[in-house]
Nanobody
């Protein structure tokens, strides 16, 4: 059974940084490209950034280019999102899941709330 558990969110001031983590289990992690997604209040879930099975960044939303970076540890079945220069518009619940060229799993984690506010 696929399990995805995001953590590391919180309240941060504009310009600050956060590092999100995602612990995974229930599938062969090293065989799946992974992505971070986010959903802001009243908006649809959107792709933030993706990473291939071997650690190549594949997709980056225009809104986070130069500020966010994704990484993974295939030995620990973990994926990370380093977020720098945070802006209020980055406020959202952040999720990890399989990403292009894989299809996201039907199961989603609880997400982790990121709030950027002064």
């Amino acid at each position: 059974q696929v399990q995805l558990a995001e953590s590391g969110g919180g309240l941060v001031q504009p310009g600050g940084s956060l590092r999100l983590s995602c612990a995974t289990s229930g599938f062969t992690f090293r065989n799946y490209a992974m992505s971070w997604y986010r959903q802001a209040p009243g908006k649809e879930r959107e792709l933030v950034v993706g990473i291939s099975t071997i650690g190549i960044i594949t997709r980056v939303a225009e809104s986070v280019k130069g500020r966010f970076t994704i990484s993974r540890d295939n030995d620990k079945n973990m994926v990370y999102l380093q977020m720098n220069s945070l802006k209020p518009e980055d406020t959202a619940v952040y999720y990890c899941n399989a990403g292009w060229p894989n299809i996201p799993f039907g199961t989603w984690g609880q997400g982790t709330q990121v709030t950027v506010s002064s």
